[in-house]
């Protein structure tokens, strides 16, 4: 997801993950950084954080990777905004898992859900 910042013109690149920092994931922190190498202003989204001092961030201090993290639980979405976030999210993983039919019940069904 990309978000013009106003300030200027770098851009800013939305990374929504469902935990953030794993040590299993560390392709994830990977990205991140070589985007922020790169000049983009990233912020990680999370459902759940893992712990920063963990082995998975060694030596990537300099990123301040903590600081640029946000639980999603402390958002102040409107339920719209979630519900498409969710769509969006099946959506995404049908199309990457080289599915050719799509599940439209499973769809609303996901979109009616108050939590997951």
């Known amino acids: 997801m990309f978000l013009r910042n106003s300030k200027s013109n770098s851009k800013r690149i ?4 469902e935990g953030f920092p794993k040590i299993s994931e560390t392709f994830i922190r990977d990205h991140v950084v ?3 190498d790169r000049g983009f202003d990233v912020r990680i989204f999370c459902e759940r954080l893992g712990d920063f001092h963990s082995e998975a961030l060694q030596g990537f201090e300099s ?3 903590q600081s640029r993290t946000i639980l999603t639980s402390e958002l102040q979405i409107n339920v719209a905004l979630l519900r498409f976030l969710r ?3 099946i959506i995404v993983k049908a ?3 080289g599915s050719t039919s799509f599940n439209i019940k499973f769809l609303v069904e996901a979109l009616l859900r108050k939590n997951g």
């Open 14 to 17: 939305v990374v929504w993950v």
């Open 34 to 36: 070589g985007l922020i």
């Open 63 to 65: 990123y301040d990777l």
């Open 87 to 89: 769509a969006f999210k």
């Open 95 to 97: 199309y990457f898992s």
